[in-house]
């Protein structure tokens, strides 16, 4: 069970309405009401519940308002780029015990402290696209004014959507390049991958099974036996067999090098959006 205060979620797109589902699951309290805001009202409107209070900017300009009035966490799931703008307009209406936990990328807590009266705690997250199935990972990094408290509430509330890992916000556009855009990675392998199988003759529909389960069934294996991915690799790989062939192919690719290349490339990003 897990019991949290007042949460609003101010833009509850993907993200935000992913979180939202987190919250809404079995075994999880939100003392006090959960307030979600969107920008048109047909959104806001496919959210509203008993559980949930949701608002539209598009038909009531103190929406945001409205939503951070009272809550104890106050989740920013906008764009990079509308961040700095709604801190400047929520920040008198927060609680002074509140905490303000951003999602966007690139967003410094140093940023968003500037942006809000000093009382109020500040973190930075980076949850990534399985927050959607309950299967997140989020890096999570606290401001010079958060407290262990405040740490706490935030690792509970990402909580409720997977796992959470805590890091120094200097690490966090690094962990971005693993956790943020790794699902990215592992669809563009199996997008590959489906495209060979189709190569060999199979169908769209027969390759997407192929490749669909063998990587389901290869992650559930990883997370159920204990074992490292190296062990179960040389667990399949018999000696002188097919997989050790097509194994030593992989490895001619330098994929280890390929990876580095990409997260550097990542990495380069974040800190460009980071310096505006």
Known sequence: MVTLPAVAILGAGSMGGAILSGLLGPGVTVEGGIRVTNRT?????????????????ESDPRANLAAV????????????AMVPDLLREVGDALDPDAIVVSVAAGVTT???????????????????????????????????????????L???????????????????DALS????????YVFYLIEQFTATAMGLGFSPEEAATLVNTTFLGASE????????????????TSPKGTTERAIAE??????????DK???????????????
């Open 41 to 57: 009202e047909q959104k806001a409107a496919a959210l509203r519940s008993d559980g949930v209070a949701s608002f539209s900017t």
């Open 110 to 152: 140093r940023t968003m402290e500037a942006l809000l009266p000093e009382p109020v705690g500040v973190l930075r997250a980076m949850p990534n696209t399985p927050a959607i199935v309950g299967r997140a990972v989020t890096g999570l990094s606290a401001g010079s004014r958060s407290t262990a408290e405040h740490l706490a």
């Open 221 to 236: 294996l990883l997370a159920a036996s204990g074992k490292t991915p190296e062990e179960l690799r040389i667990q399949v």
């Open 69 to 80: 009035s009272g809550a104890k966490i106050v989740l920013a799931a906008v764009k990079p």
């Open 250 to 259: 992989l490895e001619k690719a330098d994929l280890k090098g390929l990876f």
């Open 177 to 184: 390049t693993i956790s943020g855009s790794g699902p990215a």
């Open 154 to 172: 935030a690792t509970a509330l990402f909580e409720t959507v997977g796992t959470v890992v805590v890091v120094p916000e200097e690490r966090i």
């Open 262 to 276: 990409a997260t550097a490339a990542a990495l380069e990003r974040a800190q460009e959006l980071a310096a505006g």
